[in-house]
């Protein structure tokens, strides 16, 4: 059997929850112990969990990743966008929708609107796997199109 670690293997097999890897030190803290899960810092794995985990011992809920005025402006963005505000602009053939919550819906000239959740993303590092790329020889105006409205157009709004 090929492995690409005997060390991880070896741990792996023992049940030991670390195992230490002289051939790669971590990035941030220089340590050689490594995760036998996912070959990450043990002691930045550590670290990053320790401070919810007393948290959450303690019967307090753990930190989270969005601010309350966050979490606010998101809701009042998702309400603006069921209440049908957008921005809209016209490229030759192509008209594209730009929604509050930074969705982007191109609609072509045969009215197939295409707005797939990742539109932005998949524009702009999977050219090729984008069904949205393999439609840019027959619209030269595409790259305009989904490059040219602003990302965040709104201004944050006010929770009501």
Not at 30 to 49: A, M, N, V
Not at 58 to 78: C, Q
Not at 116 to 136: E, I, K, T, Y
């Amino acid at each position: 059997m090929r492995v690409s670690s005997a060390d991880r293997f070896s741990a792996f097999l023992d049940g030991v929850p670390f195992y230490i890897a002289l051939e790669r030190p971590c990035a941030k803290c220089g340590s050689f112990k490594k995760r036998t899960r996912d070959r990450s810092c043990y002691g930045c794995h550590l670290r990053r969990g320790g401070e919810n985990f007393e948290r959450v011992k303690a019967g307090v809920s753990p930190i989270v990743s969005r601010s309350k005025d966050g979490h606010l402006d998101l809701l009042a963005r998702k309400k603006a966008e069921r209440e049908g505000k957008f921005i809209a602009a016209e490229f030759g053939q192509l008209s594209v929708r730009r929604y509050p919550t930074g969705r982007l819906e191109v609609t072509f000239p045969d009215g197939y609107p295409y707005a797939p959740p990742s539109v932005d993303r998949q524009w702009r590092h999977r050219r090729g796997a984008s069904p949205l790329w393999n439609r840019a020889p027959f619209f030269p105006t595409l790259p305009c199109a989904v490059g040219g409205l602003p990302a965040a157009p709104f201004a944050p709004l006010a929770p009501e």
